[in-house]
């Protein structure tokens, strides 16, 4: 392979690149390391040789010929010293796509010591398939779209923005585009185009008083700010698109959000309730990639990942869905296997009523299993797939074929065990184990206690459902000939309850996060967004993207907002009194919505949730006992069934109180201006 020193300029941007060492020290977040992003880096020998067989997931081959520095005089010495300069110690790594490389290099190695062209975080799409296959996934939904305009803020190198273009034919289609100097080679050839509909703005769509421009600079001449009160602000768009490219790695912190992504994504739904930047044209679609494990925020996958902001998303969108995205869950938190399993099944029948097809490399692996196990209940077991399950199977096939002995014994000769005989401890207890067998006995007995721990779990679910089934039976039946038994009943309960407290570890949850995670699911529609996909997303690839680094493509469809937000008193809105009770409940989401509303406001729970049907109505996702409702188990219905139960409620906070507690000081009266368009915060 050559040197640095025989690589041209013109070889540096080829599609084949070589990357000096250096440059992989510096840039080391953009290529992923033993098999995945974020992996650790491959195990050295004795010598500090890198392991060649070591297999790199993406299509970046790492080679390593790494030595020791200097020399130690003991062998720990030499370990410790090998370990730690292993991982960046390789000497050229190749980048086979043209778009990865050429940025690479221009934000990392432009130049001995110079600063990047562009935010070295800004990831970027560069696989030309995954944008052919997204566009097709969206071709039946784009049509109403045809000819419309485009929003476009971060477009990067333009290689979806140029695919989607093609598509829809745009009247006109607006790159918000902050990097000028980095991508501009790749946007220019968009705009010289004949009669090319692309107009450039070189301001950064991230900080919204630059949205104003579309209006001052007139840049959308066919669209119309709509006025305050309007009814088609409560009407959809489809000549107008918004497509954005929030994807940043690594995430960071900002202005008490997690990332800049979770900021923009709170206030593009805070615009589609306030009609704000250009949703006053009206209900504006929304394309929007991100970080993969970023999309929980509004788009969780189980009832532990529900919190405010996916409730605020909720009541801004009619449907969430995501296009494409990672096959590996964003957390560690999992839900019952059935209930995944099921979905994924009801999923699969609505694709194929709507004749939706997904190409065999796009398939993901919860879509192939559904599309091959045999049906069964979804609440039949509340055991979970465990993320060691593979690697278990995977070692257990490999001590089948003999591709490594339990132990040796004192001869030198591998020794095999049968893994079902209970004694088998006895004949390898004297001899050292193999690192294999070790973790292999080890996960072992982890699946062991895993399936006793879910045995438990499973006959508190059994219990518990058993008596709500009975007490749900006689509620409609006289409360006078049926009291003896339902004080059994409410008895029964109770002890259940008191029997799920004395739990160890972490059981207790496990029981309350199946049983609201059932109760999510069961409700028609579904709670979670998720449930209500018309097709399962695109399975992606990490050397899709460049950081390497998996993304997602949400799709969101605003919906028209509660009447009774739009009430005002003075320069507050109803939203204001909304906010404050979500905010007080949400604190602790696991609570339930009798504390939580106790700690919102003293006898507000006395007050509010008996005038709140539909909490105690199962076929609508209530509960017996509202002790055992969560908060973060309530539908957005039964959100604004308890909203409109507040607004009447005589003694609710006043603004002034309500202010105090959120922390604000004051709310000028600027407010009540018509100026939408200037945006609802600042970046």
Known sequence: MLQLSQVSRKTCHSPH??????????????????????????????????????????????????????????????????????????????????????????????????????????????????????????????????????????????????KLHEVLKPRTHVLMEPDETLYMQYLQPLLDQENSKYRFLPSSGVIWANLDKFEKDKMLPKQELLSKGDPRLEQKNDTLLMVANLGYYPAKPYMGFPSVTSLMIHQLLSAVRAHALFQGYGLVRMLVWMLDKEKKQVLPRVVTQRRKSTLEAEIACENIFEIAGSDELVANDRREHGIDLESARMVGRRMEEANITTPSGRVGSLQAEAANA???????????????????????????????????????????????????????????????????CKLLYRTASVNTKTARVDLALEEYEEIVGLLEGIQGHDPVATSSQRAALHKRLEEWESDVSMLTGNLASQVWQRLEDRRLFRQDPSVLLWDRRPAEPLKVEATEFFPQQDMCLLDFHPKPTWSIFNARAGNLTNYDDFEFMLTGLFITPTQSIVRGMTAAAPGAAEWILPRCPSLTD????????????????????????????????????????????????????????DGRFSGIASV
């Open 17 to 162: 690149a070589i990357v000096p060492k250096s440059t992989l020290r510096y840039f080391q977040h953009a290529l992923p390391r033993y098999g995945r992003p974020g992996g650790r880096p491959p195990k050295t020998d004795k010598k500090g040789v890198g392991n060649a067989s070591a297999k790199v997931a993406s299509n970046a081959a790492l080679k390593s010929a790494s030595k020791p520095r200097r020399k130690s005089t003991t062998k720990a010495s030499t370990k410790k010293l090998t370990e730690s300069t292993s991982k960046f110690d390789d000497k050229l790594v190749q980048l086979e796509n043209k778009f990865a490389t050429e940025l690479f290099y221009a934000n990392a190695h432009n130049r001995q010591g110079a600063r990047p062209l562009g935010d070295k975080n800004r990831m970027n799409i560069v696989s030309e398939g995954l944008c052919e296959d997204v566009i097709s996934r969206l071709s039946p939904s784009l049509q109403k779209h045809m000819n419309c305009d485009i929003i476009d803020i971060n477009p990067g190198i333009g290689l979806f923005s140029s």
């Open 374 to 440: 045999s049906l069964q209940s979804e609440n039949s077991t509340s055991s979970v797939i465990r993320p060691f399950v593979k690697e278990l199977a995977d070692l257990k096939a490999r001590y089948a074929r003999h591709e490594f002995p339990a132990c040796y014994d004192a001869n030198g000769d591998p020794v095999y065990v049968d893994l079902d005989d209970p004694k088998k401890t006895l004949t390898t207890r004297k001899y050292a184990l193999t690192p294999e067998y070790d973790r292999l």
């Open 618 to 673: 199962p076929t609508r996702g209530g509960a017996v006992d509202l002790e055992h409702l969560s908060v973060r188990s309530l539908s957005a219905d039964m959100f604004r069934e308890i909203f409109e139960a507040w607004m009447d409620w005589p003694f609710r906070p006043s603004k002034s109180e309500m202010l105090v507690r959120l922390g604000s000081q004051s709310m000028s009266d600027d407010d009540d201006d």
